[in-house]
């Protein structure tokens, strides 16, 4: 059946990698439960050789609530990393946390991607994002998918509080179903050529609903989002 593990207030320091988990499932889930978002704290000091905080390869049908998580490397730093088809998991109410100086595309807080930040990969899908404070990065939330014409799918992000990111708040390359809703996204005012929302060949029905964006340059790009 399903189970949960409840995280008593503290700071845990250390990298978090969850594998594929034999048994999981749709009812079978895995929840991960703070009993308070402002103090049950998870973080680690992040570099070259482990770039990320929490990372999920391959797993499904976890869910994460009500954590801090801090990367606090001074490059390299992912809150969250989902990697090798990682799908059906929620990520809700938590404040993940990187760099607010880094002008670097290594410094993500929470990335789908393949080996590494900018490379596509049949990363994550049927996903969900909701209810979280993310501070910082290169973007606050960034999801690559495979290609073009064989995008990740269903993934959604809502009710965001994505905020002091350098280049995107929200970047989804490569997506379909995608749904990005009721998120406020603001970043730190220092680049000239920042995005609120940056959509790139997102198909099948793609919906960017309710939210509020002040950038300073594009608040939505879109680049051949199809039905």
């Known amino acids: 059946g399903p189970v949960t593990a409840t995280v008593l207030p503290g700071t845990y320091t250390g990298a978090v990698l969850f ?16 009993q308070n978002v402002n103090t049950c704290i998870v973080e680690y000091n992040t570099s070259s ?23 606090t490397g001074t490059l390299y730093e992912y809150g969250i990393w989902y990697y090798n088809q990682a799908n059906h998991n929620e990520v809700t109410g938590c404040k993940v946390n990187v760099s607010t100086t880094s002008t670097s595309g290594y410094s993500e807080g929470i990335l789908a991607s393949g080996a590494s930040y900018s490379s596509s990969g049949n990363s994550a899908n049927y996903n969900l ?4 404070e993310i501070t910082g990065g290169y973007c606050g939330i960034r999801f690559y998918g495979t290609n073009s014409t064989t995008n990740c799918v269903q993934n959604e992000f809502r009710e965001n509080i994505v905020t002091e990111f350098y280049y995107a708040g929200i970047m989804v390359y490569y997506q379909g179903q995608v749904v990005v809703d009721g998120n406020t996204i603001i970043d730190r005012g220092t680049y000239s050529n920042s995005y609120g929302i940056y959509s790139y060949y997102n198909r099948t029905g793609p919906q960017y609903t309710r939210n509020y964006i002040r950038t300073q340059y594009y608040g939505m790009y879109t680049y051949r989002v199809n039905q």
């Not at 990320?52 to 954590?67: A, K």
């Not at 994002?129 to 979280?132: A, T, V, Y």
């Open 19 to 34: 594998n594929s988990i034999a048994g999981a499932s749709a009812t079978n889930t895995i929840t991960i439960q703070g």
């Open 49 to 71: 050789s482990n770039s990320y905080v929490i990372r999920f390869n391959g797993t499904d049908y976890i869910r994460i609530r009500d954590l801090t998580i801090n990367a």
């Open 129 to 132: 994002i909701e209810g979280n």
